[in-house]
């Protein structure tokens, strides 16, 4: 056992307010859901949102993200003292009580649920730390709760490596870069192209979530397909979560961490897997939501979402269905895999 392991199994159980007044607004929730290229109405219009049965616009599954921007920063944070060049973001899961809506104003409680380590392949230990925070209110009622497993390693993991440890995204990493490099080398036609959502999207079915009820062990999800990837899509991503660690948009610091270049958020990710299971049973729906980071996203991939029923069952007089999902490159390799449960219609 490492010092470092050692202290960190001291700190187990402590908890801190992290996250305080994090306003769920109408325009963030739609700058949100571009960034994740979730077309959905609900999350624009809120007369689509009224014909779906919310009170107001909801916001995707993802969108606490946003709790990182330093104005609902409490200061009181968990500081594991990874070091930001060598974190990776392991797996990550949400449990809903209901959806965040817009009019929500919520706070955040982190808790350090537990710490391990384990030898690389390659070599070398690798910390593993998993904290949790859960969500409430004004009403102090909880909405819903998120637990990330974070992990540093003695060095940097590239896509060559044998070492298969989900690759993901650095959450530790605050700075700002002077430029996207990226910028200089496209066209003003891609530039614009990759500000619009529905250029991303290409392919994609409307939301249906009536055929909840029909659902059987099998049935496959509409499929989302987005691409290609622009470095300008990773740094929309960063200004609308507040994930602004450089590695996602400036060249020489992530080639500097050992990387060949800049790539994308696991949560820029993660969210168009949200987007494809939100669309499939309907927001209001889905009760859990994780995922694990399997490989990066580079500029210029197209990514596809998918899920399978893999059980159907009754629970306290609720039927629940369970589904698998994973986001593939165009050449077949598993970006994220993950798992997702939602409670069926009457």
Do not use: C
């Given at each position: 056992m490492t010092e470092q392991h050692e202290h960190l199994q001291e700190r187990i159980g402590e908890t801190h307010t992290t996250v305080q007044g994090l306003v769920v607004e109408a325009g963030k929730v739609a700058e949100f859901a571009r960034?994740?290229?979730?077309?959905?109405?609900?999350?624009?219009?809120?007369?689509?949102?009224?014909?779906?049965?919310?009170?107001?616009?909801?916001?995707?599954?993802?969108?606490?993200?946003?709790?990182?921007?330093?104005?609902?920063?409490?200061?009181?944070?968990?500081?594991?003292?990874?070091?930001?060049?060598?974190?990776?973001?392991?797996?990550?899961?949400?449990?809903?009580?209901?959806?965040?809506l817009v009019g929500d104003v919520v706070s955040g409680e982190t808790t350090l649920?537990?710490?391990?380590?384990?030898?690389?392949?390659?070599?070398?230990?690798?910390?593993?730390?998993?904290?949790?925070?859960?969500y409430r209110d004004r009403s102090d009622e909880r909405v819903l709760a998120e637990r990330a497993t974070v992990i540093e390693t003695d060095g940097a993991v590239t896509e060559s490596s044998t070492d298969r440890t989900p690759h993901g995204d650095h959450d530790d990493g605050h700075r700002l870069s002077d430029t996207d490099h990226s910028l200089e080398s496209q066209s003003s036609e891609q530039i614009e192209r990759a500000t619009l959502p529905d250029s991303l999207v290409t392919?994609?079915?409307?939301?249906?979530?009536?055929?909840?009820?029909?659902?059987?062990?099998?049935?496959?999800?509409?499929?989302?397909?987005?691409?290609?990837?622009r470095r300008h899509d990773f740094v929309r991503y960063a200004g609308s979560s507040g994930d602004f660690n450089p590695i996602h948009y400036d060249e020489p610091y992530a080639q500097a961490a050992g990387n060949p270049s800049v790539f994308g958020q696991g949560m820029f990710t993660a969210g168009i897997a949200a987007h494809m299971v939100a669309d499939w049973f309907g927001l209001d729906a889905v009760k859990m939501f994780s995922i694990r980071f399997q490989s990066q996203t580079w500029s210029g991939d197209t990514i596809t979402a998918n899920a399978e029923v893999t059980s159907v069952n009754m629970d306290d007089g609720d039927e629940y269905v369970e589904a698998d999902l994973h986001v593939?490159?165009?050449?077949?390799?598993?970006?994220?895999?993950?798992?997702?449960?939602?409670?069926?219609?009457?």
């Open positions: 960034a994740v290229s979730d077309d959905n109405p609900i999350h624009y219009d809120p007369e689509a949102a009224k014909s779906r049965g919310f009170d107001s616009v909801p916001a995707p599954l993802t969108f606490t993200r946003t709790g990182v921007f330093p104005r609902y920063r409490t200061g009181a944070e968990l500081d594991l003292g990874f070091r930001p060049a060598y974190v990776l973001h392991g797996e990550h899961s949400y449990e809903y009580e209901r959806p965040l649920v537990d710490v391990y380590e384990r030898e690389g392949s390659r070599g070398g230990t690798m910390t593993f730390a998993e904290v949790e925070t859960v392919e994609t079915t409307a939301p249906d979530p009536a055929r909840m009820g029909t659902l059987e062990v099998g049935d496959t999800a509409p499929t989302v397909t987005v691409g290609p990837l593939v490159r165009a050449d077949g390799e598993r970006v994220l895999t993950g798992q997702a449960t939602a409670v069926l219609p009457e």
